[in-house]
């Protein structure tokens, strides 16, 4: 990336070429530099099998070419055409239930149905080749948010491919037996035929098989974002490739996987404007996202200028809000701010989520918004490219989550983004950049490794976690991890086996809290409340720093510290309030060496680094009061006077700086 890139999803299809003469000029007056376009064009560029017409889109893209603006092109696969299920409604996707959804609204699709996957790669081959070489074309954008409506289709294609997949991991049917634990309820398997999707039971489906069928249907969407990867990669090769996840973070899509066959990450991210925290899981996803592909710049592919449509209640975005968002995200390593979309459509089931060109036209807040930020991101191409570092890694792993939020647990109330942002949180607020990363990766970068609630850790990983602490990394352990192998069989000999060395203790019971309950815990003289959870801890070597304080366990360890090789490895036993995990990691990071960007700052500013060729510090006031942040050393206000050198910034609220001083790197 040569700069920040601007615009948004374009659909040029609603509107006549009169409209996109207008739209050319607004963009240029916005600094629009990239749309995407085409996400939702299939029934329009083949409105009969077959029958295909772009000179339509001919003109848009050509339009789009003259004006300057890139596009990163969609394959127009994200929402089949009424003919195509009309003719073959087996494409239509099943629910666990056995209900089929009907077309009329998108992502209709079985992602296993071979007559879905023929019809979309035929039409990737038709765009893919006809608009190869275009001036305007910069990337591909396969799909849209694949997983987003249907995570998991159970009709009897999927169950034919699930029966592929399976053979292809087991090799034989006794392995699957083994993995599975059939013996259990007489579920054991004769025959690959014998197996169905996981579809509604009579009581709890078998968990291994469930866990299996999460695995599959992430495979499954793959499959068809691989097979769409595999026309564009031989017609255009040197054209980068990527997809929108979707952001909250989606349970559907193992992003780990997914990321090996992305040339760049992208992000939608939708934070709630009636949340005041939803920024800190936004920043969670961010991490998570830029994490995914080792650090590399990723981009924001879409957010809402304003309000969306699809929750029970849609504020707008207040002044400066959209802003501020906006510069979140290249904060945390985005090099490209997208918005759904470029203008708002006046009918269908969008109508009222906002758009960059809202219903008033361009004489609205939004659009006055929407440009002043575009030629502030236009304003400082040398961001683009510079890498966020973090001394904090936070392990995620979507076999664990899968696995965790199954039935039959302790306690329905583990879940998992719950238990990312409760740790996630504490660090944010005190601003300690962390990454979010797979727990296989290489941790002796880090200072501080925070595991969550990892319930699903296969020996080579907690092998991996033994070996950061011995040679000398600090770890945080939450209850509930490192129970159960890959195949949801738990570890037998005290929980967490596989880490009890490490953690210096033995779990001998569960104790999860009623619904709502509370308990209490006593740190250093101070009784601070906990949730969620408790636990009866045998400590084997650790130190307790944290008792219950009420109930049988009263007395009992909470919260735990072991010092194990050249390291220290921490347990939590119960989930302490938000302000008692203030206390906690404070303590804990000031123990690991893990340090903020700057220390003390005013409550709900927001502090981030990229390095580049300078060390650009970004400060982001999410809180309600003006404050002034004296700096660490001078540094350059690029936004607001980049020719002067300043020692302390300003930020009323909503305020964003970024500041520009010499790349301190090697310092670190
Ligand atoms: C998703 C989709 C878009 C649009 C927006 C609305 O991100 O990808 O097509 O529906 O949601 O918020």
């Not at 019809?119 to 799909?143: F, K, N, S």
């Not at 005290?494 to 210096?504: E, K, M």
């Amino acid at each position: 990336m040569d700069r920040l890139y601007y615009g948004g999803d374009y659909n040029p299809e609603h509107w006549s070429p009169e409209v996109h003469d207008e739209d050319l000029k607004l963009m240029a007056e916005a600094g629009v530099s990239m749309v995407t376009a085409g996400i939702f064009s299939w029934a329009q560029v083949e409105p009969r099998p077959g029958e295909f017409d772009f000179g339509w889109f001919d003109e848009v893209l050509d339009k789009l070419a003259a004006g300057g603006v890139s596009v990163c092109l969609a394959t127009m696969t994200a929402s089949p055409p009424p003919w195509l299920s009309h003719r073959h409604p087996e494409i239509l996707p099943v629910r666990a239930d056995g209900t089929r959804l009907s077309a009329g609204a998108r992502q209709q699709f079985c992602p296993s149905s071979p007559v879905y996957r023929e019809h979309a790669v035929r039409l990737v081959e038709q765009v893919a080749t006809r608009y190869a070489g275009h001036p305007a074309l910069a990337m591909w954008h396969i799909g849209n948010e694949f997983g987003c409506h249907i995570r998991a289709c159970y009709c009897d294609a999927s169950a034919e491919d699930f029966r592929r997949w399976l053979r292809e991991r087991y090799g034989t049917v006794e392995a699957l037996n083994s993995a599975w634990s059939t013996t259990f309820w007489s579920q054991r398997y004769d025959d690959w035929a014998e197996i169905e999707p996981p579809r509604v039971a009579p009581t709890f489906p078998n968990p291994a098989q469930q866990l299996d069928y999460h695995r599959f249907s992430s495979d499954a969407s793959l499959a068809c974002h691989r097979a769409e990867r595999e026309v564009l990669t031989r017609v255009t090769p040197d054209v980068p490739v990527t997809t929108n996840f979707v952001g909250r973070v989606q349970k559907a899509l193992d992003w780990h996987s997914w990321v090996q066959h992305e040339d760049v990450v992208s992000l939608d991210s939708y934070p709630d404007p009636h949340d005041p925290r939803g920024h800190v899981e936004a920043a969670f996803a961010y991490d998570l996202v830029r994490s995914a592909k080792q650090g590399k710049p990723w981009l924001l592919l879409e957010q809402a200028p304003s309000a969306v449509n699809w929750r029970t209640r849609n504020g707008p975005k207040p002044p400066g809000a959209m802003r501020l968002d906006s510069w979140q995200a290249v904060a945390r390593g985005a090099d490209a701010v997208l918005f759904f979309q470029w203008r708002q459509t006046a009918g269908g089931a969008e109508k009222f989520h906002s758009a960059m060109v809202p219903h008033g036209g361009r004489d609205t807040r939004t659009f006055r918004e929407v440009r002043d930020l575009g030629r502030e991101l236009a304003s400082v191409p040398e961001i683009a490219d510079s890498r966020v570092r973090a001394d904090v890694a936070i392990l995620h792993d979507w076999n664990s989550w899968w696995a965790l939020e199954l039935d039959s647990h302790p306690s329905d109330d583990l879940r998992q983004l719950d238990a990312h942002l409760a740790h996630y949180a504490p660090l944010f607020d005190a601003n300690v950049t962390c990454d979010v990363v797979h727990p296989a990766r290489e941790l002796s970068g880090y200072r501080l490794v925070v595991v969550p609630n990892l319930y699903l850790m296969d020996a080579a990983v907690a092998a991996h976690l033994r070996s950061y602490v011995d040679s000398g990394g600090h770890l945080v352990v939450s209850f509930f991890s490192g129970i159960v192998d890959e195949h949801d069989r738990a570890y037998l000999g005290g929980y967490p086996a596989p880490l009890r060395d490490v953690l210096g203790l033995r779990v001998d019971e569960f104790w999860p809290l009623p619904e709502d309950g509370s308990t209490s815990i006593e740190v250093d003289g101070t009784t601070v409340p906990a949730t969620i959870w408790s636990e009866w801890i045998e400590p084997e070597g650790a130190t307790t720093v944290a008792t219950f304080a009420e109930g049988p366990l009263s007395g009992r360890p909470a919260v735990t510290r072991h010092e194990f090789g050249a390291g220290v490895a921490w347990y939590l036993g119960t989930r302490p309030s938000p302000e008692a995990m203030r206390e906690l990691f404070d303590r804990i990071t000031a123990g690991a060496g893990a340090v903020p960007v700057l220390p003390g700052l005013p409550e709900g500013v927001q502090a981030v680094v990229r390095h580049g060729d300078a060390d650009y510090l970004f400060l982001l006031n999410h809180g309600t009061e003006a404050v002034t942040v004296a700096l660490p050393e001078p540094g350059t206000d690029l936004l607001a006077d980049p020719g002067r050198s300043v020692t302390e910034v300003a930020l009323e609220p909503y305020g964003v700086a970024v500041l520009a001083a010499a790349n301190r790197e090697e310092h670190r």
